[in-house]
């Protein structure tokens, strides 16, 4: 996939969002081989701690949980805070749905829509912490006898985990180091510095959440700005080629 093919996106598959960046083999397999590392580890060790117990060795909600910290590792809802912080407040509402909604109907939806306003006051927006949410609210008679100690185990034992395996496995990948700051990527092109004030002004007037750190959108500016310059300096070099007489 090339930068013509982005361009020239149909209209039903920017209706449908189908995302056409060019993404290399490489970083899908091991996006995979990942996502396959996060699950074994935190089921394993969630077998040998829990397994002899009533709680659960695995909260399902790591699934997604596992694709978005492999598959989008520097994404703005992967790192740490969104992660540790969303599981965490996403499970205490849902735990308390569970117990003091007694209509379940009530309690799931409850349970998601205030760990969604919970998670955005918060600034720890992670989508399948309302999957955590709605799994705690529908638990059943065995998650309500363990009350809130779900919330401690299996639920954030499972996501300290996952956190430390994304840390492990990622780390012999210098462009992929988890969380972000950790990365190593190629320097951009000196541009003109963007204030971090105009960023928060340009942000705010989308007002929407945005899946991109500052630091991303500094580097694409970067990167955009910089092979702009290079095609319209190699664009003058074959007008004088042509004309040396033309204009500089």
Not at 86 to 102: F, K, M, Q, R, T
Not at 168 to 184: D, E, G, Q, T
Request: hydrophobic share 50%; proline share 8%.
């Amino acid at each position: 996939m090339n930068s013509r093919d982005l361009a020239t996106q149909s209209p039903w598959q920017k209706l449908l969002g189908i995302e056409l960046s060019p993404v290399r083999h490489r970083e899908r397999l091991v996006s995979a081989l990942g996502a396959f590392v996060g699950i074994l580890v935190v089921f394993q060790l969630g077998r040998e701690v829990l397994g002899g117990g009533p709680s659960p060795v695995m909260v399902l909600s790591m699934g997604s949980t596992a694709a978005m910290l492999f598959a989008v590792p520097h994404g703005a809802l992967s790192q740490p805070w969104p992660i540790f912080g969303g599981h965490l407040v996403s499970g205490l509402v849902g735990i308390a749905c569970l117990l003091y909604v007694p209509d379940a109907l009530l309690a799931a939806s409850l349970a998601v829509g205030l760990a969604v306003g919970a998670m955005h006051y918060l600034r720890c927006v992670h989508p399948p912490a309302g999957a955590t949410a709605l799994a705690a609210a529908l638990g059943g008679e065995s998650v309500r006898a363990m009350g809130f100690g779900f919330v401690v185990a299996p639920l954030m034992f499972n996501v300290v985990i996952m956190l430390v395996v994304a840390v492990a496995f990622n780390a012999p990948f210098p462009w992929r180091r988890y969380p972000v700051i950790l990365a190593r990527r190629p320097p951009c092109p000196a541009v003109e510095t963007i204030a971090h004030e105009d960023f928060v002004f340009a942000l705010s007037q989308l007002d929407s959440f945005i899946d991109v750190s500052e630091e991303d959108l500094l580097r694409i500016y970067g990167l955009a700005t910089g092979r702009h310059g290079e095609v319209a300096a190699r664009a003058v070099k074959a007008a004088r080629t042509i004309n040396p007489v033309a204009p500089p």
